[in-house]
């Protein structure tokens, strides 16, 4: 197993050491030329040495944003970004002296997604692999390891010799991404936080692909969601991240795939880090909420068939087999599998305003989430592991006035009125609409309808069913 197989910040191939201006570069991606290859190599490679400064890189990310990239642009600026830093080879990887294959997955962020929570541990209960490197939250959407961080003990940084050591022997880690892990996707990624050219397709998707491919992994699986929660809101732009990300994976030799989830209502009845934690135990104990276990069950074939495996993740959902995987995990990073979760000293409940069929918007959610504590405004700061909300009442099902239907939890009172109001905000309540299922409503279709369209071909933000409803499916392999 070796770490830094390929290159360090500043060492380049031969093609880029010829020099360009960075201005000229600007002004040709602004007048909407392609770059080539050269231009492209030298434009990270500087930039990951400090030669390029903030502002020139913010101003073509601006370019960027407004005039896109060609795929083979968008692919020579990934490796470029690869190889800003090291990469890890796993090809070796053993399990109880066999070789192992390594697949991942990758989600675009949603509202209450705890699936890498269940899916990691369930996926290591078979023959494989999972490098799992996962960030923090920023904003209203949650991150994975301000999750687990939850946990009394449980911590996101290893060395390199932890992760494989780890991953050898439980099958599975769910870590930080070290700061040699492409580089320059780090830096540039700060400097599009706060130049609003965060939501630029061949830009997220560089970025995403950069530190999946830099993490060494031979396949990946892509959860790319649309709707309000997500980073794309029409169904239309996530379809097409989907395409150019899985043509990125190929490109690089990686098994990749992706599967286009709804996003629109947030997934689970749990939003925030310890309440999803105790989500995603409920699911490995053999109870939660259909459609996480849905999803993570259509993301868990997906992932094995990427590596040719024939199983059935629900039943070995159901067997307790992936709660002893996800105690193993834990543990091996230090967490107490059975500490009990952080729990908020205040409490207060939302009522149904009226009677009739209720409808959660995600990004309101999430939003309420956020103000409860749960998230950060600012990367580095810290996080409420016990702030969020639970919706007691869900999407889609009737409920009756003065009902209690969701309720928010914080550790700082002041934070609780502003938290109720955006979650009223984020509810509506239908009085004329029948709850599905209840005298005819319309079948919405459910998340192992893998490569069904319940949206329609041109829907774009429309309510399509639970949250993780599936609908495109796109396989680079
Ligand atoms: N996640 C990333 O890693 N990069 C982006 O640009 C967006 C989401």
Redesign the pocket.
Known sequence: MRRGVEGAAGRRGPTAARRHDAVRIIEAKRDGRELDDDEVDWIIDAFTRGEIVPEQMSALAMAIYFRGMSDREISRWTTAMVDSGSRLDLAGLTRGGRRVPTVDKHS??GVGDAITLVLTPLLATWDVAVPQLS?RGLGHTGGTLDKLEAIPGWRADLTGDEMLRILSEVGAVICAAGADLAPA?RAL?AL?DVTGT?PSIP??AS??MS?KIAEGTGALVLDVKYGSGA?MTARADAEELARVMVGIGTAADVRTSALVTAMHTPLGRAVGNALEVAEAREILAGGGPADMIDLTCALAEEMLAAVGIDGDPRDRLAGGRAMDSYRAIIAAQGGDPDAELPRAANVEELRAPAGGVLRWDASGVGRASWLSGAGRSRPGQSVDPAAGVMLHRVEGEQVRAGEVIASVHAGDAARIPAAVAELGNALTVDASAAAPGAGGGADPGGADSGGADPGGAGADTAVVGPAGTIVHRLRGW
């Open positions: 675009t962020g960030g996707d990624y599009r965060v830009l997220i970025s995403i530190k980073f």
